[in-house]
T-cell receptor, first 117, second 109 residues
Framework: GAVVSQHPSRVICKSGTSVKIECRSLDFQATTMFWYRQFPKQSLMLMATSNEGSKATYEQGVEKDKFLINHASLTLSTLTVTSAHPEDSSFYIC?????????????FGPGTRLTVL | GIQVEQSPPDLILQEGANSTLRCNFSDSVNNLQWFHQNPWGQLINLFYIPSGTKQNGRLSATTVATERYSLLYISSSQTTDSGVYFCAVPLSNAGKSTFGDGTTLTVKP
């Protein structure tokens, strides 16, 4: 149980294009999901909290118009990197909280490696 | 905000050895998680341990919430234990967490 998937696992795109990453909770419902970014040999940095049916909450320094988040259902959140540039190249990871559990235990997707040329 | 420090930053072991990883946090917490990030980037849940001790096979964890630290024990290490171990504590009641910088473990055959 508590499986989270991400798609795609790897994407290479040209500068200026937009890229959408999907995060799905496969066997539980998640009203709250999180998006992280991880640079090589560094820790995870929280970008935003994705809330089902409402606007995402962004961490300080994260541009909401650059990183669009949509959480339209209890099992799916999407992150769109708009007008991507080489500095957006990174490893993006999502996590989900099980709405049916009293514990705030996060379950992570396998990550998406984005390379912007 | 709450600060999380992990030690050691790097650890190299011979297969079969035991190790202890530490996570210190600067404020009281009501939950704490340990994760293993494998070489492909996947984070695997090891323990949800706000207090007390839990064991799962060769791994065990202890959190002493009153003293603001948690320990992860790995016994009889195997090469597949290699990777980065993170602890994470909550930033808010909304479930979001902050992560330590991790301990990179390399187990040599």
């Amino acid at each position: 149980g508590a499986v989270v998937s991400q798609h795609p696992s790897r994407v290479i795109c040209k500068s200026g294009t937009s890229v959408k990453i999907e995060c799905r909770s496969l066997d539980f419902q998640a009203t709250t999901m999180f998006w992280y970014r991880q640079f090589p040999k560094q820790s995870l940095m929280l970008m935003a909290t994705s809330n089902e049916g409402s606007k995402a909450t962004y961490e300080q320094g994260v541009e909401k118009d650059k990183f669009l988040i949509n959480h339209a259902s209890l099992t799916l959140s999407t992150l769109t990197v708009t007008s991507a540039h080489p500095e957006d190249s990174s490893f993006y990871i999502c996590s989900a909280l099980n709405s049916g559990s009293p514990y705030n235990e996060q379950f992570f997707g396998p990550g998406t490696r984005l390379t912007v040329l | 905000g709450i600060q999380v420090e992990q030690s050691p930053p790097d650890l190299i072991l011979q297969e079969g050895a035991n190790s202890t990883l530490r996570c210190n946090f600067s404020d009281s917490v009501n939950n704490l998680q340990w994760f293993h990030q494998n070489p492909w980037g996947q984070l695997i849940n090891l323990f949800y341990i706000p207090s007390g001790t839990k064991q799962n096979g060769r791994l065990s964890a202890t959190t002493v919430a009153t003293e603001r630290y948690s320990l992860l024990y790995i016994s009889s290490s195997q090469t597949t234990d290699s990777g980065v171990y993170f602890c994470a504590v909550p930033l808010s009641n909304a479930g979001k967490s902050t992560f330590g910088d991790g301990t990179t473990l390399t187990v040599k055959p």
